[in-house]
């Protein structure tokens, strides 16, 4: 198995095709499998990359480090020591704040284009904002949910993160990878998470980004969504229909249309 040692942290990563490197960034609490068709479908004329945030999925459950911007160090340590170049980032929910911690950070030099799924500049609802998914009460009944019935909120965030219920094989590659990230991490990574807040960040990232909607998420309005295509300086905007928080699994097809057509327009 794949691993690259980033910050004392071992990630897990699959590395598929030879084209135009893009790198898959999954969200909060999931892994790479998430983009297990991407990594299939797109390695035909791209070079597919995905990783495991440390403590999530194969990577190594480190006690320390589990907030954004060290996610972000350890994306730059990763890109460097693989010496990608001309990438472009996918960053999926939780993943696009990476890519945006890791933007405004370590600048543009090594990216050329980025993709938004589903994320706002927020999760949190802060005052003036109305774009944020979550407030202090749901946040913490998250985090005791977590540390009290751990299966219960694994269960309940599949029902609340795509648009019909997965079944079958996708159930259980979700459950599976959702299952990996032990309690505590999760904990530490679900409130570091949502406390960030990009909006004075986005007007400064000037690469052009595809920013990726699901007209039925359950989380987020569309709105808040798109709100970060007009932050951002160089941004188009797109709905996916019939398509929840995960468009990688529920609609791959579609997913992997839109990526393909931005990357051909770089």
């Keep these: 198995m794949p691993y690259v040692q980033c910050n004392g942290a071992d990630l897990y990563f699959e590395d598929e095709g030879t084209g135009d490197p893009i790198v898959l960034l999954h969200g909060v609490m999931a892994g790479l499998r998430f983009f297990e068709p991407q990594l299939a479908n797109l390695s035909a004329d791209y070079r597919p990359i995905a990783l495991d945030f440390r403590g999530h999925g194969r ?21 460097e020591q693989r010496a990608l170049d001309d990438v472009v980032l996918v960053g999926w929910s939780m993943g696009a704040h990476v890519a945006w911690e890791y933007l405004d950070r370590f600048g543009t030099e090594r990216v050329r284009g980025q993709v938004v799924v589903d994320m706002s500049a927020s999760a949190f609802e802060w005052d003036e904002y109305p774009h944020g998914s979550t407030d202090l009460a749901r946040l913490t009944g998250l985090l005791e949910l977590v540390q009290t019935d751990y299966d219960s909120s694994i269960e309940q965030l599949v029902e609340s993160a795509f648009a019909e219920p997965p079944a079958g094989e996708t159930r259980s590659l979700v459950f599976d ?6 309690p505590p991490i999760k904990s530490a990574i679900v409130f570091d998470y949502t406390m960030r807040d990009y909006r004075d960040v986005l007007p400064g990232i000037d690469v052009p980004t595809l920013v990726v909607a699901g007209a039925d998420e359950k989380w987020r309005t569309v709105a808040a969504v798109e709100d970060v295509a007009e932050r951002l300086p160089n ?21 992997d249309r839109a990526i393909t057509k931005f990357v051909e327009s770089l």
Excluded at 177 to 182: C, I, M, Y
Excluded at 237 to 253: M, N, R
């Design 59 to 79: 990577s190594s459950k480190t006690d320390l480090g589990h907030t954004v911007p060290q996610y972000a160090r350890d994306l730059n340590s990763f890109l």
């Design 177 to 182: 990878e959702l299952s990996r990230t032990p």
């Design 235 to 255: 941004a188009d905007f797109e709905v996916i229909e019939e398509c929840g928080h995960c468009p990688s699994l529920e609609v791959p097809a579609r997913f």
